[in-house]
């Protein structure tokens, strides 16, 4: 067949046949230009970030990343090359004298603009998560947006990354203009009539076919090819993570985001409810339980008050209050000599073994006020949550105790619906920072000093009182004078670069060192100040979320993932609880019932008190007092400080709990108390 050069006057009538072989060369075009983009990309990327790689990747490995990476990506070149291929070539063959070329040239433009974008909202995102963007995503979307888009300018540098996507975008347009424009397409000779209906079908077919492989990742079928589930295929995380291009890691968070709301969480069975209340009433203890009503299958009874009852009781969460910077490796930082001083104490008492309720503060938040584990129903936005107090709500049996149960924050009350999910869910007051009429400090609202002053303020001759408190000063943007304040910012930006040689950003995770020694610094002459009036008084102290602030490249998943938990005041001793006694955000409050409530004393919980459960989870990670791992995957590591552990017997130990814990807080969220 002799090939000729096609006429690029783009107006000239032409046959059906002769326009839809031209269009087919042209999405060809768009669908190439697009797949190589993905791929420089994500080669850039990985060059960029090259140390988050271990240091046992070899040139194999890196290939066979980009390999498989490259094969993953033909499903996202696809999904916009179909835009094309419906709006401009299915119309082109409906009548051959309509010509859409710019079409097909602006939707090449506007996926390379929102490549662009998404290529450098991934860094930012990646040193943060460590993650090709996740579900945090979908958190995102109900954050306090203004608050989150000053962060995105002042921490993340959203302007200038936005003029590189920008420019970026206006080459990408140049390159794809001249290719769709300047580089001819090739043209079918003149065919007979019964030829060319032939001929059609054919091309036809090819390009079902082509567009049945590229949905595929490079196969033929859900097994034969790649997709975001199973691209992991090499050994290193990061590389794991550039396999996926910035489409693939948006699909996969929305993905999630669905399944999880349909209840298709792992974990989560709530075919077996009904077996999983009789579990929680076994591990309880709890011989009576029968019906169809969830509460009498978690039902507790307190064994009797440890300490006398405390006056104050307050609750702690420190913004990203990560459990590394208390540990030995670092000590040199001074960040965390607050909260060690008071761990060490003989008033108080600490353990390593703690998890927090999942990766943001309001999972964190919600899962305290509700009892409740993360399975990503947002509490918070879930219509029950205002129509009913669930049975594991801590503020009612607190008040039961004769508490009056306080929310404080540093920020303002309408963030994440979090004011209205506490009032509704039992609590007395709430206070932002307009409440208490607290200078804005930072986007979010004021800083620590300020937050505790006002709550400092407040106490008196009030019944007793249950606070929950949530800080703000510890987040981008990081705003703290804290060289005012009293931190070294200058040695502390020496001190990292030689006790975190692979920081990718010494100096701004010096920053992030000094906010945390800030927060320490702030909660421990609050407690010791508290104390000093009221003796009577009684603190735990823990961290929303660890993920964030992250001590190098590589952290270990305990650096990654955990936070401290610390018991401190009136009546409080070393053996109050068991030595690195396990537990979660949701154990909080039945540890403080068991603690303060007379004997025989009836509560409703799902989660055990810390040190009555062997094992705690979030929504990735898992932890006993000797192994960490993770929950849907193989990898795990001893805890610091130990050797060895069997990492077999936790699993066990995760299986028998996180099933129940995740299936009955899914019932609760998603039907009530009644099993049917």
Known sequence: MRIRRYDTSWNRPQGRLEKYFRNIQQDLKLFFFLLFLFCLYRVVFMGILANFMGSDVGAGDILQANWTGLRLSLKSAGGFTLLSFVLVTLPGILNPRWSWEKLRLGIGTVASFLLAVLFEARFPYYEEF??????????????????????????????????????????????????????????????????????????????????????????????????????????????????????????????????????AVYGVNKDKVREMAERAAKLNGNTAAAGDDIRSYIVRQAPGAKIAKPKH???ILGETWAQWPMLEKYERLHAADGIKSLASSPQGYYTQSFMPNGDFTSIAITGLITGLSEVNVRANYQPRSFKEVYPTAMAPQFKELGYQVDFWYGGTPSWDNIKKLALAQGFDHFYGYPDFKA??????????????????????????????????????????????????????????????????????????????????????????????KYPDSLFVITGDHAVR?????????????????????????????????????????????????????TYHAIAPAIGETPVAFNRGYWLNNQVMGQVEGEQTESLPGTAGGD??????????????????????????????
């Open 313 to 315: 009781i307050f609750i």
């Open 439 to 532: 200078p804005k400090t930072n986007t979010w609202g004021t800083n620590d000093r300020n937050l505790f002053a006002a709550l400092e303020k407040s106490l008196g001759d009030e019944p007793p009182t249950v606070h929950l408190i949530m800080t703000t000063s510890n987040h981008p943007p990081y705003n703290v004078d804290v060289a005012a304040e009293g931190f070294d910012l200058e040695k502390a930006k020496s001190l990292v670069r030689e006790i975190i040689p692979d920081a990718s950003d010494p100096d701004t995770l010096a920053l992030e060192i000094g906010h945390y020694w800030y927060m320490d610094k702030i909660v421990t002459e609050f407690v010791h100040e508290t104390m000093a």
């Open 549 to 601: 602030t992250n001590p190098g490249p590589k952290p270990t998943l305990f650096e990654f993932q955990s936070v401290p938990f610390v018991l401190y005041g009136q009546g409080v001793t070393k053996d109050i609880l068991p030595a690195n006694a396990v537990g979660g955000h949701t154990g909080i409050a039945p540890t403080l019932i068991n603690l303060i409530a007379p004997q025989g004393f």
């Open 130 to 263: 460590h993650m090709t963007y996740g579900l945090q995503v979908m958190q995102g979307v109900h954050d306090d947006r203004s608050a989150l888009f000053m962060t995105m300018v002042q921490e993340y540098g959203l302007p200038w990354r936005l003029a590189i996507a920008i420019a970026l975008t206006g080459i990408s347009w140049y390159l794809l203009r001249t290719l769709l424009t300047r580089v001819g397409t090739a043209a079918l000779p003149s065919l007979a009539r019964s030829r060319q209906i032939l001929t059609m079908l054919m091309l036809f077919l090819a390009t079902v076919s082509f567009a049945f492989v590229a949905r595929f990742g490079g196969g033929v079928s859900y097994a034969t090819g790649i997709n975001w589930e199973n691209a992991g295929v090499t050994k290193d995380e990061f590389l794991n993570e550039c396999i996926l291009d910035d489409v693939q890691g948006m699909y996969r968070a929305i993905q999630s985001e669905k399944r999880m709301k349909a209840g």
């Open 647 to 676: 990492a077999v017997a936790g699993r066990a130990q995760l299986d028998t709990y996180l099933p129940m814990m995740r299936t009955l807080s899914w019932w609760l969220l998603e039907k009530g108390t009644t099993m049917n």
